[in-house]
């Protein structure tokens, strides 16, 4: 198999004409902060390498500013990650799942959302809403207070439940 060394400029194309079609283009902005200036720096090497393996992630690209030594000894830097996503629900997914301090939309300038596409993303804020409020509940809440939670919580999936079936 033959492979072609693509140049900066056939990467940039390619993007361009992908945002043509409905994907996005955006620069993410992740810190970290730790006592290990090596180890902080090797996780986001690492980090950044998980997120071009993300479902729809068609292109991920990062570059690592030099770690930053504090008074009291630990380190402060961040990554600046390129990324082409399959449209915007998979972009928005990757910033509630990793929350980066800052997101820039490259491209497209105008971003339209059909209405299942724009009920998509907020059943995904919703859910990532919940299941982080569920974790947070499960680690804090006494056991007793945990039953009336899990009971809440299944009395919410049947009305969703009902309320799907109703529409249909």
Avoid: W
Avoid at 30 to 54: C, H, M, P, Y
Avoid at 65 to 78: C, D, F, I, L
Avoid at 83 to 109: C, D, M, Q, W
């Amino acid at each position: 198999m033959l492979e072609k060394n693509y140049s900066q400029k056939d990467v940039e194309k390619l993007m361009e004409d992908a945002t043509k079609v409905g994907a996005v283009r955006a620069v993410l902005y992740f810190d970290a902060q730790g006592t290990d200036k090596e180890a902080l720096q090797n996780s986001l090497v690492e980090f950044i390498g998980r997120l071009t393996k993300e479902k729809g992630v068609l292109y991920c690209s990062g570059e690592i500013a030099g770690a930053v030594e504090s008074k009291e000894g630990n380190y402060s830097t961040y990554s600046e990650v390129q990324i082409l996503t399959k449209n915007f629900s998979v972009l928005h997914n990757i910033a509630l799942t990793y929350g980066p301090v800052s997101v820039e939309i490259i491209k497209p300038v105008e971003i339209k959302l059909n209405l299942d596409e724009a009920q998509a993303v907020l059943l995904d804020a919703s859910q990532t809403s919940h299941d982080f409020v569920k974790y947070i509940m499960e680690k804090t809440l006494k056991p007793e207070d945990q039953a009336k939670y899990a009971e809440r919580l299944k009395r919410r999936a049947e009305i969703g439940k009902e309320l799907l079936e109703k529409r249909k």
